[in-house]
């Protein structure tokens, strides 16, 4: 069955740096886009970034355009998010999923805090 492990984050002061990354299992994962959401405290969940199957795509936020880079290793079924500069407003569980359309299963997260 599919399985996502989401990992990486942790609390970090505004300006600093986080690499997120996500181990996939019980699919291709190279078959796949693949997709960061986030959810802060409160607010619903929202996409972040979204890769194409071969990394050749990818897309962001607007939020998080020139700051978050979204990257994949097909032969390790990891999906990699590395995050820069980061402000406050980046705090919430990162989620992975599968992209345009994401699986039922969502993994635990990983919690991100940016925070003096």
């Known amino acids: 069955q599919v399985q996502l492990v989401e990992s990486g984050g942790g609390l970090v002061q505004p300006g600093g740096s986080l690499r997120l990354a996500c181990v996939a299992s019980?699919?291709?994962?190279?078959?796949?886009?693949m997709q960061w959401y986030r959810q802060a405290p409160g607010k619903e969940r929202e996409s972040v970034a979204e890769?194409?199957?071969?990394?050749?795509?990818?897309n962001y936020a607007d939020s998080v355009k020139g700051r978050f880079t979204i990257s994949r290793d097909n032969g390790k079924s990891t999906l990699y998010l590395q995050m820069n500069s980061l402000k406050p407003e980046d705090t919430g569980v990162y989620y992975c999923n599968a992209f345009p359309i994401a699986f039922n299963y969502w993994g635990q997260g990983t919690q991100v805090t940016v925070s003096s």
């Open positions: 890769i194409s199957t071969t990394g050749g795509t990818v």
């Open positions: 019980g699919f291709t994962f190279s078959g796949i886009g």
